[in-house]
């Protein structure tokens, strides 16, 4: 069965600190993938995609992410985190009706 | 250029009762989506529509149905309200002309069932 899979429930880093958020997909091919980014209360914000080609995928807010078919990975990083980067981070993979990871929560310390 | 929006912001119901959320896809996307994410848990896919006509479902009962109008807004119908109905509704609009994989969500309605 195709799916996503995040390892990690919570996450805490410190304010400046870098970060990396992990995904795992099971497809018989190469997916679409997405990460999301969720505010509390809020939607589903689209960070970056990857649909072919170039495997190191630049997104907003500065993230950006790398597609590893060997490892069938699809991880998420940022630089430098920002206290305002809390949130809850979802992948997701599909094409027209994406499979949603359960999320990882993100906690920046200051 | 407005993006997708839905409505309520928040519903309380009671059980065995009936809701109807709401949901204007982003401007020019003709295909809506909508989800259910229960509390600490990723979105789960309840069904698809595109002219006007559902086109994929997921893993839900019939108690949940949904609608599409000539202008691609939707309609999501719960029937007889169960508590573990409880949860956020998101929508997402996409443009299947264009390939349709990329979706682009709502702020969520919040459905409390008592």
């Known amino acids: 069965a195709q799916s996503v899979t995040q390892p990690d429930i919570h996450i805490t880093v410190s304010e400046g600190a870098s970060l990396e958020l992990r995904c795992n997909y099971s497809y018989g091919a190469t997916p679409y993938l997405f990460w999301y980014v969720q505010s509390p209360g809020q939607g589903l914000q689209l960070l970056l995609k990857y649909f072919s080609g170039d495997t190191l995928v630049q997104g907003i807010k500065g993230f950006e992410a790398e597609f590893k078919r060997s490892q069938s990975s699809f991880n998420l990083r940022k630089p430098s985190v920002h206290w305002s980067d809390a949130a809850e981070y979802f992948c997701a993979g599909g094409s027209y009706i994406p499979t949603f990871g359960r999320g990882t929560s993100l906690i920046v310390h200051p | 250029d407005a993006g997708v929006t839905q409505s309520p912001t928040h519903l309380i119901k009671t059980r065995g009762q009936q809701v109807t959320l709401r949901c204007s896809p982003k401007s020019g996307h003709d295909t809506v989506s909508w989800y259910q994410q229960a509390l600490g848990q990723g979105p789960q896919f309840i069904f698809q529509?595109?002219?006007?006509?559902?086109?994929q479902r997921g893993n839900f009962p019939d108690r949940f149905s949904g609608h599409q109008f000539p202008n691609y807004s939707s309609e999501l119908n719960v029937n007889a309200l169960l508590l573990g109905d409880s949860a956020l509704y998101l929508c997402a609009s996409s443009l299947r002309r264009m390939g349709g994989e990329t979706q682009y969500f709502g702020p969520g309605t919040r459905l409390l069932v008592l």
């Open positions: 529509y595109y002219e006007e006509e559902e086109r």
